[in-house]
Structures are given as structure tokens and as C-alpha cells.
């Protein structure tokens, strides 16, 4: 396993649609592995293979991580291969969202409060799953990013704005460092 580099915003690659899984295969593995690693490293609860440069429907996710700060929680990776959502509810969650690509930002999102997504897991089989509340936030997050979306894009078009100049100019500063 090997821990790869997220990519932040502004980045083009970000905004690309990811393409579906036509094979399970080991090579598909190894990037849920590498992923899951990175996710944990972040530290994160959930991660697109989009984020690490790779335009394919994956992602890994363990919500149990951010549950309680001072305890080291059991792991519970879970891995969405072709994630589709096949029903969403009419109630709504908001919920205060962060994203890796968008380091030290966070914004309520209102999304529906649950969703059930049919998808391949780790081994190439298919499943279901209904989730609610902080789960269902996080596969609708993720979902997003292979679409190209962000959490960002749900906000005002100022507040968006204000976001990437911010990250922009973190950006420059971390690469002035590099340089020197
Ligand atoms: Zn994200």
C-alpha cells in the first residue's frame, strides 16, 4: 500500500467525470488500498479516486473515523465500485461538509437525508445499501466528485469565489516555500 497525493482546488483534473469500472481487477484493488491509506493519513472519512488523479468511479470511506477524536476507533472501510443512487429521501440533512481537495473549508450542505446506492464492493460483488444521516451525506459528497462536483458548488457564487482565492493563494505560498 502507498499513500498518494490529493489534489486540491483550483485543479482542472477535480472537475473531470469519472469513467465506470468495466473490470474488477487487481490493479482496481491495489487503488482501494492505496486509497483507503490515504483517507486514514489525512485524516479523512471518505475519498474519490478522482482526488488522487485517477478519473474512476471508486471510493473508499470509513465514517466511523471522525466519531470520537480521542479514541483510535475501529476501522470500518467500506468501498463503492460504480456507486449509482437509486432512490433519495424527500427530507433533508444539513450537515457542516469538508472535502480534502478543499483543505480548512467547511460549509453547511442541506442533500436529502437518506439514499440507497446500488454498487460493487471490494471483491466485484454487487450490493445494496440504505443509508441515513452522516452516511448518506458522505456517499452523496463523494458521488459528486466523480461527477466533477464539489461542495462548494452548492454555495453562493461570492462565497464560492472567496473559497478558491483563498486556496489559490495557500497554493502559491506552499509553492514559494518549495522553491526557497
Ligand atoms: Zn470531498
Given at each position: 500500500?502507498?499513500i498518494r497525493k490529493i489534489?486540491?482546488?483550483p485543479?482542472k483534473i477535480l472537475?473531470?467525470k469519472?469513467?465506470?469500472?468495466?473490470?474488477?481487477?487487481?490493479?482496481?484493488?491495489?487503488l482501494?488500498?492505496?486509497m483507503l491509506e490515504t483517507?486514514y493519513?489525512a485524516?479523512?472519512i471518505?475519498l474519490?479516486?478522482i482526488?488522487?488523479?485517477?478519473a474512476?468511479?471508486?471510493?473508499?470511506?470509513?465514517?466511523?473515523?471522525?466519531?470520537?477524536?480521542?479514541?483510535?476507533?475501529k476501522?470500518?472501510?467500506?468501498?463503492?465500485?460504480?456507486?449509482?443512487?437509486t432512490?433519495k429521501?424527500?427530507?433533508?440533512?444539513?450537515y457542516?461538509e469538508?472535502?480534502?481537495?478543499?483543505?480548512?473549508?467547511?460549509a453547511?450542505i442541506e442533500?436529502?437525508k437518506q439514499?440507497q446506492?446500488?454498487?460493487l464492493d471490494?471483491n466485484?460483488?454487487?450490493q445494496?445499501l440504505?443509508?441515513?444521516?452522516?452516511?448518506?451525506t458522505?456517499?452523496?459528497?463523494?458521488?459528486?466528485?466523480?461527477?466533477?462536483?464539489?461542495?462548494?458548488?452548492?454555495?453562493?457564487k461570492?462565497?464560492k469565489?472567496m473559497?478558491?482565492?483563498?486556496?489559490?493563494?495557500?497554493k502559491?505560498?506552499?509553492m514559494?516555500?518549495?522553491?526557497v
Amino acid at each position: 500500500m502507498a499513500i498518494r497525493k490529493i489534489l486540491t482546488e483550483p485543479n482542472k483534473i477535480l472537475r473531470e467525470k469519472s469513467l465506470r469500472v468495466e473490470n474488477m481487477s487487481k490493479d482496481i484493488q491495489k487503488l482501494m488500498d492505496d486509497m483507503l491509506e490515504t483517507l486514514y493519513a489525512a485524516p479523512g472519512i471518505g475519498l474519490a479516486a478522482i482526488q488522487v488523479g485517477v478519473a474512476k468511479r471508486v471510493i473508499v470511506m470509513d465514517i466511523n473515523r471522525g466519531r470520537d477524536k480521542d479514541k483510535e476507533p475501529k476501522k470500518n472501510p467500506m468501498y463503492f465500485v460504480n456507486p449509482e443512487i437509486t432512490w433519495k429521501s424527500e427530507d433533508q440533512f444539513t450537515y457542516e461538509e469538508g472535502c480534502l481537495s478543499v483543505p480548512n473549508q467547511f460549509a453547511e450542505i442541506e442533500r436529502p437525508k437518506q439514499c440507497q446506492v446500488k454498487h460493487l464492493d471490494y471483491n466485484g460483488n454487487p450490493q445494496e445499501l440504505k443509508a441515513d444521516g452522516l452516511l448518506a451525506t458522505c456517499i452523496q459528497h463523494e458521488i459528486d466528485h466523480l461527477e466533477g462536483i464539489l461542495f462548494i458548488d452548492y454555495l453562493s457564487k461570492l462565497k464560492k469565489e472567496m473559497i478558491i482565492k483563498k486556496l489559490s493563494k495557500q497554493k502559491k505560498e506552499n509553492m514559494e516555500r518549495i522553491v526557497v
